[in-house]
């Protein structure tokens, strides 16, 4: 009996030795782990705070549209920011290569080594010229304007059609144009229209121009030229040419060398009007008039609502319309987004273009 129990306590001795020599092997192998876990969550954590959340500091993002795409990932650079993703969109009037939209936008801050991701210009879209002979001058300018063109110069002739019925057009029907191009049309002037003879007008004095055209309801446009030699302050050349019909509220150009002495008249100036857009228009009616002097209205750039993939690429925010507008003296460019004046700008004497609205 003795034996026995002798035997018994020795085996239950032996067993929880054993139990205690494997539970500390368990707890080193766990703590081990643990303590590798620890390690690596730790590494992890470093990482993310000073790589990916602190970043190397912030910055303001640059203003990059308008401008090539070159330039843009210059001044990014300079920023300590990247150029990122490259859409490309077809623009009516910002030119090919250059970045119509940025995101983030210009003036968020942003962390050093973003990325800033672009829509750049890849020109403007050829289109097709609409069928419009025959049609009246009301349907055809709507027409012309719904296809995505614009209203050129108007000729009159007489013709044994209704009056302001259009005629022939330029380019012809199915010739290709850029979006927001010209379709110049010759228009009936129907059969009791007044014309005259242009009288011919070279070698006249300019101080002479406005008297000899006096009996003539039309618009003088003058414009210098520097030819060594010739006379100044005549008219060296004219359009149209002498003998030709002319009409009424017709532009009638003239070019002379201008003195120091004689008194210049109304000088053609060229500018171009940038507004720039600062939320997304693609489904917004804009038209761009210009006002001249005389107080005559012209609408020179027009877009209806649009809602395809390629408008809301290209009609997003920070897209600039740049408008080229030839005047004389003084005019007035508005530009209207569903029917309501949005903006004004004053062009004068050829200085820059002034928003007054």
């Not at 009936?188 to 003879?197: E, I, M, T, Y």
């Not at 007008?201 to 055209?213: C, D, F, M, V």
């Amino acid at each position: 009996m003795g034996r026995f129990l002798l035997d018994t306590f020795s085996e239950t001795v032996i067993s929880f030795v054993y139990f205690i020599l494997h539970f500390l092997t368990w707890c080193i192998q766990w703590s081990l782990a643990l303590a590798v876990f620890i390690l690596v969550m730790a590494g992890a954590g470093y990482y993310t705070y000073n790589f990916a959340l602190k970043g190397g500091g912030h910055v303001t993002v640059p203003n990059i549209v308008d401008r090539p795409v070159t330039e843009a990932a210059l001044l990014l650079t300079e920023r300590n920011l990247e150029l990122g993703r490259q859409a490309q969109a077809a623009h009516p009037t910002i030119p090919e290569y250059y970045v119509i939209a940025q995101r983030p936008a210009a003036g968020r801050i942003a962390r050093e080594g973003r990325r800033i991701n672009v829509v750049v210009s890849r020109g403007q879209d050829y289109l097709r010229a609409p069928d419009l002979a025959g049609k009246p001058l009301d349907d055809a300018r709507r027409e012309i304007l719904a296809a995505r063109f614009r209203v050129g110069s108007l000729a009159r002739v007489p013709a044994d059609l209704p009056r302001d019925v259009v005629i022939s057009q330029d380019p012809p029907v199915g010739g290709e144009l850029p979006d927001q191009g010209e379709i110049h049309l010759l228009v009936s002037a129907g059969s009791d229209r007044p014309s005259a003879l242009m009288p011919d007008l070279r070698g006249l004095p300019i101080s002479e121009i406005e008297k000899a055209l006096e009996n003539f309801d039309v618009s003088l446009v003058p414009n210098e030229v520097d030819i060594p030699g010739a006379a100044p302050d005549v008219v060296l050349a004219q359009t149209p040419a002498p003998d030709t019909l002319i009409y009424q509220n017709q532009i009638i150009t003239y070019d002379y060398v201008p003195s120091e002495t004689e008194e210049k008249t109304d000088t053609r100036y060229e500018a171009t009007v940038r507004h720039q857009m600062f939320y997304d228009w693609y489904g917004r009616e804009v038209r761009v008039d210009v006002v001249d002097r005389m107080g005559n209205r012209q609408t020179v750039w027009s877009k209806m609502p649009e809602f395809d993939d390629n408008a809301q690429k290209t009609y997003v925010t920070g897209t600039a319309i740049r408008v080229p507008v030839i005047y004389i003296s003084e005019a007035n460019v508005e530009v209207y987004i569903d029917g309501t004046l949005e903006a004004s700008y004053l062009l004068k004497d050829g200085n820059p273009p002034i928003k007054t609205n």
